[in-house]
């Protein structure tokens, strides 16, 4: 032990290890207080660099495909490239509309058979009707005209008369079309009637026609029983003759006239086409059975073919109007026409002649005729 003192201070010094000793330990904390090892050395240097790294959260599926470009038809992949011609939409059509007034098929046929003799009254109703219409003005010269008119009309049944003993009644028919306007009363005699019953003179059975009235001042109304135009019963036969005069107008009207048809003026040469007259007179006849197309119902009545005159003595010399008429009658429905096709030709103050020529047909089925 040993003792150092500093000024007053006396420090005791105990032996120690020798001197060598202290030389290690203290090169030994010198080496640990710098931070040295034993191994070999390497130079510190810090820095920071970019690395990649995958961070996923949740569950983990197999990557999504590569997307593939989207073809798109007539598409131009080059978009430098002009673009084609663009095709317009097609148009659409609007639905067909549907025919007010369908044709029967083939093999459609009438349900109910046309009788020989109508014994009921028809039905009082308005039926539609379908018209055409050609009027020629001023035929067979260089200034013929001809208007054409088509389209729906009506007729109406009305003041029907209930059956007497013998079995007659009578029926009002008015037409419609356009400007037109006329009106027909037939008379129908199932049986014959005698002399003495109505006296007069004996009736034979058949449908007459007892009035024609155009509601515009013009109207034929013949003494009775009037003027046959269709024999009964219905049987296909030789022509019947019928005639009736109106005495307030002097006008005659027969189905069986003596005198032929006029001859039609002179024409021009070259000369238009003209509508020829009508034929030599015939009277009235009974055809056959016949169908009508009661637009796409087939009714069934009797086709009557007439042709006459009506001579009016207030024209002088161009009282005649002559006819030509075709008609289908419904005996099964009261006796009234279902189909109508009236051909006239008459001379005007001018001397100029004019044609006539209209058709009707019913679009559905009549009712069933009255019992009483």
Sequence with gaps: MFNLE?????????????????????????????????????????????????????????????????????????????????????????????????????????????????????????????????????????????????????????????????????????????????????????????????????????????????LAGNKFSPTTPGVEIMSLPAQPGQPVSGSGTDGSTATTMEVNPAQPPPPTNALPSPAPSAPPPPTAVKGSQVIDKANVDACGTVLQGWKVHDEGAIVDARNGPNASTFFNLDFIVGTEYGGFPLSMHLTELYTGSDGRQTIYDATDSINVTPLAPQAG
């Excluded at 995958?54 to 978009?79: D, E, K, L, M, Y």
């Design 6 to 214: 500093f000024g007053r201070h006396r420090i005791n010094r105990r032996p120690g290890p020798p001197r060598r000793a202290w030389g290690v330990v203290l090169g030994l904390s010198v080496l640990l207080l710098s931070g040295c090892r034993l191994t070999p050395q390497v130079p510190l240097q810090a820095g920071v660099k970019e690395a990649p790294a995958n961070v996923v959260f949740g569950r983990q599926h197999a990557p999504s495909p590569t997307p593939t470009q989207q073809f798109i038809a007539f598409a131009n992949p080059n978009p430098l490239f002009p673009a084609p011609l663009a095709i317009a939409p097609p148009t659409v059509l609007p639905p067909p509309v549907p025919d007010p007034c369908p044709q029967a098929g083939p093999f459609v046929f009438p349900e109910i058979a046309a009788s020989e003799t109508p014994t009921k009254r028809p039905a009082e109703a308005t039926y539609p009707y379908r018209f055409t219409m050609a009027v020629t003005a001023a035929a067979g010269t260089k200034d013929q005209k001809v208007t054409n008119t088509r389209g729906p009309g009506t007729k109406t049944i009305s003041k029907t008369t209930a059956p007497g003993p013998l079995g007659d009644y009578e029926y009002l028919m008015e037409t419609h079309f356009a400007t037109y306007s006329t009106v027909f009363k037939y008379h129908v005699y199932p049986t014959a009637v005698g002399a003495g019953t109505l006296g007069g003179p004996t009736i034979a059975p058949g449908i007459y026609l007892v009035e024609v009235n155009d």
